[in-house]
């Protein structure tokens, strides 16, 4: 049962990316991988300090050849962080996860745009 969000690099156009220059592939890979950490890291620093270990144990994970980034708890025994991202009927929820995916949404675009731009100079 392991907690975790996926940040996805433009994976429907991944037939297109095939005619695009290295440079600006590389460029997307950089953007994935800096929203992954930035996820990561807002993720450490608010969850709960009371949880044990899953400020340490929140992690990237990245497939298709660094196109998608898959952020969270991974392993089974971190499996309480779902009660803490969604709550019992006993206990509030105290998200981290999803409040710091929210946070890159709005900046990932504007990340993936000034990768691009540094490319293409």
Known sequence: ???????????????????????????IKRAVKESAEAVTADTKRDVPKASGNLAE???????DDGFTATVGWHED???????????????????SLGPALEAERGRYRGRLTEEVRRALR
Request: proline letters at 6%.
């Open 77 to 95: 025994e971190e499996y309480y962080a779902r009660y803490l991202e969604a709550g019992t009927r006993r206990r509030p929820a105290r998200p």
């Open 1 to 27: 049962m392991a907690m975790t969000v996926e940040i996805q690099g433009l994976a429907r156009l991944r037939q297109q990316l095939e005619d695009v220059d290295q440079e600006v592939l590389a460029a």
């Open 57 to 63: 144990k929140v992690e990237p994970r990245y497939q």
